[in-house]
């Protein structure tokens, strides 16, 4: 299935039904008093979060959604049925914003959340509503109100508590498919990855944890440049950054330190917030390199890089300590979902007594 995550859609809710005009009409009652229904309301627009999901891809090729109007009212008090309304089944994760102003109206996080996008319009009053001492035969009635109508922009950023980013062939599609259920296009040129893969790492019993491969960034990314550009948004919900740095390059005038700069400087000029978030290095294809060069080789590059933060090395192809990079992820993650969980208020009846000194 093709990758899209994002589009932009033209909403309509439906009319209200018009208000009827009518009298009562029966035999020996000539004069029957009013008896004209409202008219039903339109159809509401509805959008459900759905876990099944995972592009907007349906959306490119059907932009305009119309609900139904609402029906008219009917002689003989009887009232006009509301419309049908419709619910369009967006992914886990979409932002839905103005498509003129850029405003976020909603977004959808959870599995199952129903927001209301565009409400249908009220019906008209029929002449029944207009029925007083004084005006016994009103001949009043009021259109319906019509529905709401917007342009919107829906944009999905993936779900993941862990995103991995770097350069193109550091590895990253390996390392998801060594440590997850995930199965990515692999292949020994750049840009093999397309669009965002999500995999859940399995740690242990109820112990797990959601990880993101992006396309691999390159100088210049923030601007446009490369594909990482275009997915980027996905990495500011993660909760961790595990930065992939190939350490055995295929071309020997490449510095695997310019590199890891440069990627953190696209960082930092598209969004301060993603730059400060957790980052750890890993230090990838390590069985390339000789055994007694490689702690050598490490040193250097985390003392050029002065990177201050956790490192790990690994191998992603012979899986060489993604064991370890496994468990630290889960724990780090863990303390996060705990320090962003709001305290829970303990009535102060129940709280246990201090034991009795005595």
């Given at each position: 299935?093709?990758?899209?995550?994002?589009?932009?859609?033209?909403?309509?809710?439906?009319?209200?039904?018009?208000?009827?005009?009518?009298?009562?009409?029966?035999?020996?009652?000539?004069?029957?008093?009013?008896?004209?229904?409202?008219?039903?309301?339109?159809?509401?627009?509805?959008?459900?979060?759905?876990?099944?999901?995972?592009?907007?891809?349906?959306?490119?090729?059907?932009?305009?959604?119309?609900?139904?109007?609402?029906?008219?009212?009917?002689?003989?008090?009887?009232?006009?049925?509301?419309?049908?309304?419709?619910?369009?089944?967006?992914?886990?994760?979409?932002?839905?914003s103005d498509a003129e102003t850029g405003e976020v109206l909603y977004e959808l996080l959870t599995e199952g959340e129903v927001i209301t996008i565009a409400k249908?319009?009220?019906?008209?009053?029929?002449?029944?509503?207009?029925?007083?001492?004084?005006?016994?035969a009103p001949r009043q009635k009021t259109p319906g109100w019509p529905g709401e109508k917007k342009s919107l922009k829906l944009e999905l950023k993936v779900l993941?508590?862990?995103?991995?980013?770097?350069?193109?062939?550091?590895?990253?599609?390996?390392?998801?498919?060594?440590?997850?259920?995930?199965?990515?296009?692999?292949?020994?040129?750049?840009?093999?990855?397309?669009?965002?893969?999500?995999?859940?790492?399995?740690?242990?019993?109820?112990?797990?944890?959601?990880?993101?491969?992006?396309?691999?960034?390159?100088?210049?990314?923030?601007?446009?440049?490369?594909?990482?550009?275009?997915?980027?948004?996905?990495?500011?919900?993660?909760?961790?950054?595990?930065?992939?740095?190939?350490?055995?390059?295929?071309?020997?005038?490449?510095?695997?330190?310019?590199?890891?700069?440069?990627?953190?400087?696209?960082?930092?000029?598209?969004?301060?917030?993603?730059?400060?978030?957790?980052?750890?290095?890993?230090?990838?294809?390590?069985?390339?390199?000789?055994?007694?060069?490689?702690?050598?080789?490490?040193?250097?590059?985390?003392?050029?890089?002065?990177?201050?933060?956790?490192?790990?090395?690994?191998?992603?192809?012979?899986?060489?300590?993604?064991?370890?990079?496994?468990?630290?992820?889960?724990?780090?993650?863990?303390?996060?979902?705990?320090?962003?969980?709001?305290?829970?208020?303990?009535?102060?009846?129940?709280?246990?007594?201090?034991?009795?000194?005595?």
């Amino acid at each position: 299935m093709k990758f899209v995550d994002e589009a932009f859609i033209d909403i309509a809710a439906g009319d209200g039904g018009n208000g009827c005009v009518s009298f009562r009409h029966e035999k020996y009652k000539e004069f029957g008093g009013p008896n004209g229904g409202d008219g039903g309301r339109g159809g509401h627009v509805f959008a459900v979060a759905d876990s099944n999901l995972n592009t907007l891809v349906d959306f490119r090729y059907s932009r305009r959604h119309e609900a139904k109007r609402g029906e008219h009212g009917m002689g003989s008090d009887m009232f006009g049925a509301a419309g049908d309304d419709i619910t369009l089944k967006v992914p886990v994760g979409t932002i839905i914003s103005d498509a003129e102003t850029g405003e976020v109206l909603y977004e959808l996080l959870t599995e199952g959340e129903v927001i209301t996008i565009a409400k249908g319009g009220d019906g008209g009053f029929g002449n029944m509503r207009f029925k007083s001492a004084i005006n016994r035969a009103p001949r009043q009635k009021t259109p319906g109100w019509p529905g709401e109508k917007k342009s919107l922009k829906l944009e999905l950023k993936v779900l993941a508590d862990v995103g991995l980013l770097g350069m193109p062939n550091a590895g990253k599609s390996t390392l998801i498919s060594a440590t997850s259920n995930a199965r990515p296009r692999i292949a020994d040129y750049p840009f093999t990855t397309l669009h965002p893969n999500l995999g859940v790492v399995r740690v242990g019993p109820e112990q797990s944890f959601v990880v993101a491969d992006l396309p691999g960034l390159i100088e210049g990314a923030s601007e446009g440049a490369g594909l990482g550009h275009l997915f980027l948004r996905h990495l500011q919900r993660t909760r961790l950054l595990l930065h992939v740095v190939d350490m055995a390059p295929f071309d020997d005038a490449v510095d695997p330190v310019a590199q890891a700069k440069a990627i953190v400087g696209e960082l930092k000029k598209y969004d301060a917030a993603l730059y400060d978030k957790p980052r750890w290095l890993v230090l990838n294809k390590l069985d390339m390199v000789p055994g007694d060069e490689r702690a050598a080789l490490v040193k250097d590059f985390v003392k050029r890089l002065r990177f201050k933060g956790p490192v790990f090395e690994i191998s992603a192809l012979t899986r060489e300590g993604c064991e370890h990079l496994v468990q630290a992820v889960y724990q780090q993650v863990k303390a996060q979902q705990v320090a962003e969980q709001e305290p829970v208020e303990i009535d102060p009846r129940f709280v246990p007594l201090p034991p009795d000194p005595a």
